[in-house]
RNA sequence: GCCCAGGUGGCGAAACCGGCAAACGCGCGACACUUAAAAUGUCGUCCUGCGGAACGCAGGUUGUGGGUUCAACUCCCACCCUGGGCACCA
């Protein structure tokens, strides 16, 4: 016997690697005639290294598209790069390197780590957003939305800088007091001309998840991010300002009787129209205190509301009663219409506000028993009206619709659904992005670039240090163009770029054809590949990319690009992972893991299988750098099963050892598959140490030689490939079987094998367990009554007790209840 | 404040439809192999009490308190705690 050879991971990763790719053994073709299957994980940002979090989300989404194609499907699994954004800029700035080295460079380097994954990523249809070959298509698609309506410019606010004289991101403004994060200095706002999508034309419609297979907290969260409600939209006249009004929006019309007084949102246009000059003065210090606030502030709960009277009076149009208008922080010029119906005496908000101005609360729907007291907060419920003329008496649910009826005939208002969610504001000031290709002509006015003059390319030698503007806008050479529609020379393009959800808005499309030169993809190959039949990534993306990349497919269905109407029909979300000590993993708490390292100790196999085994996916977890060592374990004691020599020797084998060994390996299989069915990692892999202890244990029996055992690897090994793909590999040559494993098909399970011959049966008394036997598992029900009844540690406690009743689960147990 | 997810041994977890709580792994302990150690293997390992003890026996245990049920980690009600998200949404 000649010494086993030892499992030297690294040896045999770095060889099955390198015999893949040159074999192109992951290439998807699209003239495949297997059932296709399109496998797609969130692309990463490239900021440097691979983080463990890059592992986390990846190795069992590649697992995953493995069984995927061992199922007989032609699998792509494509990657690319999301490589436009802020870090590249930041980094430039700090460093001083270009952002386009800063990216290429990192995503030189993460190439490498990701292919120390031995993913089956097809590298072939690999994309870089930054490449104007992509984002060329970005400019394609966003003028092809301008020519239906759906880009448009609008003043915004941005957070500003007043000293460096620049836009920031949200993650820019540090502290409670809202500063700069570079210098310091007090946030404010600002307002810009800045570009729209208005992703509002489908809020309707992405409400709608019917065919979706996304996970139920994802098209929650989505619901309630889209936030539509019902109600009316009036119009409040201004006291001594004739022709003057402003819209409410309200969902309790009911309520109109009710109002005391009206809000504006402190931005609202009609404030500065409005004031008086008394109030002038604390208007404006109010004003600025609001721009002053972030949204999140402003909507504190804990904090005291507060606002200004502006010394002008709105007219209720049901009563005819004038009220006072205030501004208040609490009233967002982004929501409804900006202004607000003030009743007091139903929503808990204007309750707080009235009491804290002495403002009159007045009842107009009863609670029940109520004698006409005061109230100690807002009753939202329905009730009875009262105080509201014409309308006392009626259900406040009937009073809704007499008012609003009412409204419309008149003409002061109607019925509205509002969103909360707003249109897409795409343009940032930045230079690291998409250019936006629209040029500003003297003559001409806002003329889109043509389609021939596309992509726009971003400048490489602009000047992107923080001046205060949009960097492009000082680069002249960039600016200053010609008006392709009249040629004059007094034209100038915009400065803006892109937002970079943009690029991830179609990304998964560019990958049917990434070289293509005459369309965003090839048809043809969207015909075999779209729609995307399983999409992975983290749970952060519920929101703002899911929702803007169904919004993208929804435009391009309506511009006849696609015949489908979501872009992705399977979701899963894996959770986060954290460091060793349970917290969020951050440099700043030392507890950030280098996969790398463990790469190079133990193995990429054994990464793999330790991440998945960690626990179930979709729940994250912290790291534990000594679980770790299971998994290797694991892998050895497979390698060990291989490779060791078997001892020799003889002896009878009983029929039932066969069956009882092929039964374990059958009901392996049946568990494995359905678990890898559903994402659940952590439980197929216990299943394979469980048969891989089994086979160990049998291998030094005499059944260790027979047919029944070898099966038995061969599942096995087959089972472990999607984990651990180059282990798998590297036994499978071993055993002798022809390369490659990952061109087998997945191990299929006889279902009379798989079920179990005997069984345990529980026998209980109330319920409590007081003995366990072994019984055929077909056995009746009488069989098992009687078996129960007799049996004696259940009889110690039924003795000299009567038997109410005896419940028997066929194949679980049997309670007998006594009393 | 609201919404979502979650709370099970020393730790990560499992229990799929209401039916054996703690599979699998980590850690720990004992033993085997070894001159020794490492590695590997075997066995043990939720808590309490009673056994000299292998084997046992009894009771208890899934954040807390109630409820439904022959039977509850699982369903219902109330509460506490942790994590994530956010919108005072008129």
Redesign the pocket.
Known sequence: MKPAERYDAQAIERTWQARWEADRLYHAADGDPRPKWYFLTMYPYPSGDLHIGHWYAMAPSDAAARYRRMQGYNVMFPIGFDAFGLPAENAAIQHDIHPSTWTMENIERMRRQLRSMGAMWDWEREIVTCDPGYYRWNQWFFLKMYERGLAYRALAPVDWCPRDNTTLAREQVVGENRVCERCGTPVIKRNLEQWFLKITTYAEELLDFSGLDWP??VR??QK??I?R?E?VEFSLPVRDHPGKSFA?????PDTAYGMTFAVL?PEHPLVDHLTTPGRRAEVEVYKFKAARAS??E????E?E?DGVPIGAYAVNPVNGEAVPIFIA????LT????A??G?PAH???DFEFARKYSLPIRVVIAPPGWQGGELEEAYLDEGTMVNSGPFDGLPSAEGWQRIAEEMETRGTGRRKV?Y?LHDWLISRQRYWGTPIPIIYCQTCGTVPVPDEDLPVTLPMDAQFMPTGESPLKSHEGFRKTRCPQCGGEEAERETDTMDTFIDSSWYQYRYLSPHDAARPFDPKAGLHWLPVDQYTGG??HA?MHLLYTRFWTKVMRDLGLVDFDEPMVRLVNQGIILGED?E?MSKSRGNVVNPDDFVTALGTDTVRTYLM????WE?G??W?S??I???H??L??VWALVVEPQPEGDGGVAASEIRELRHRIHATIK?VT?DLEQF?F??A??AL??LT?AL??ARSTPVGRTDAWREGVRALLLMLAPIAPHIAEDLWARWGEAYSIHQQRWPAYDPALARAEM??L?L?V?????D?VQVPADITEEDARRLALENA?VR?FVDGKQVA?V?V?PG??V?V?VK
């Open positions: 139920e907290r929650v969260a309630n991010w936030g409600s109600g409410v929006f309200t969902t309790r949102a949204d999140i402003r909507l504190s709960t904090k509301r922080d609490y009233v967002l929501y409804g219409t900006g607000i119906q009743v929503d808990q908000r509002n909360r749970i952060e929101v349970s969020k085994f960690i626990g179930p729940g977890g912290p534990n000594r679980g060592e299971g998994a374990r694991f050895q004691r568990r359905d659940r952590n439980t892999i216990s140490m469980e202890t160990g244990r069984i345990t529980v209980q109330d319920g409590k367990v007081r366990r540690k110690r009743d419940i689960v679980r147990l309670n209840v």
